[in-house]
């Protein structure tokens, strides 16, 4: 039985007696094979320009081109050079014959008389595995197109968002400030915190769209990650905010902290893991940041609390769509900001590790070199 395929397959048969060509019709010709049959060597690589095929039967001794020089020929061009051959011979069995055959690419050598069963059961195999072959490229092809569109359903729907939800959040902020009534103070306030979580779970779609492609965009430029760590502090923590107040961050600078890196990206980084630190805190406890330039090749920025993270979530945490939750809080989101700290991590030719235990706490740890490797034009490619 030939495996279900919408094209037929196509077996390419040289042999330059006639007789040969129609009994080999005879005996292979069925429904969803085709074959294609010449009677030279000059012929068959005419035939292979226009055609794919899925295994090559030549006979060995044709005048002109023989078998051994077709399948040559064959192996040079790299449009043919993964053709199966089979090579069909009248000629006794010879050793150095046979060595040549197969340093020309042949597969297997079949000796006339042949048994018929013996043919057609070979022919299946390679004609099964060409199908296979393809139907793999072609599902490939819808995977690749899928997570395409996907990534440009993402992209556009976070454009498209951005714009009301920006009026909505500053409409909320507006009402907080004007509205006299503390109900509605309140009901804004909670408008405003639902608006700046919907805010973040676009910014993640989008530096998904960015980031699943598997190149990029880098602007390298001699920074420094202290400078940027600061920043990033500043803006999750507000000095009268009972939740997250400025005191409740602590951020140690060893050795030189400066490098070349993305600014944009690296702060990307800096505001997944010091926001999930502070989310995730034990009430009362200092969220350590630690950026280590005590090596001369590399730094490092560690972000830990006094959290533990589940065994079983730990294995799967850096994975797109894998969020985490602490039973004693309510916070979930998509489950990018981890796998985008990852991805980012690897642009810069660095890693991102995590440890977490009971009574240690947690502690993510980003290790970048001071100088991206295999960084050309501003691309970084980290597969």
Known sequence: ????????????????????????????????????????????????????????????????????????????????????????????????????????????????????????????????????????????AELKHAIYVNDMFNAVLGHDLRTPLAAVMTGAEVIMHTAAQPNIVSTAARIRSSGERMEKMVAQLLALAGTRSGEIPLELANGDYGAVCEQIICELTNPASPQHGRDDVRLTIEGNAEGLFDKHRIAQVLSNLVANALLHRTPGTLVEVTIDGSRQDRVSIRVGNEGCIEADVLTTIFEPYRSGKRASTNASGLGLGLYIVKRLAEAHGGAVTVQSSVGEGTQFEVALPRIPPNVKSGIANPQ
């Open 1 to 140: 039985m030939l495996p279900a395929f919408s094209d037929p397959v196509k077996v390419l048969v040289v042999d330059d007696v006639e007789k040969n060509l129609l009994a080999m019709q005879a005996l292979l010709e069925r429904p969803g094979l085709e074959l294609l049959c010449v009677s030279s060597g000059e012929a068959a690589l005419e035939l292979l320009l226009q055609h794919e095929v899925a295994l090559a039967l030549v006979d060995v001794n044709m005048p002109g081109m023989d078998g051994f020089e077709l399948a040559e020929l064959m192996r040079s061009n790299a449009r043919t050079r993964t053709i199966p051959v089979i090579f069909i011979t009248a000629a006794l069995h010879d050793a150095s014959r046979a060595f040549r055959g197969y340093q020309a690419g042949a597969v297997d050598f079949l000796y006339k008389p042949f048994e018929p069963d013996v043919l057609r059961s070979k022919v299946d195999v390679f004609v099964a595995l060409f199908t296979q072959r393809k139907q793999l490229e072609l599902h490939a």
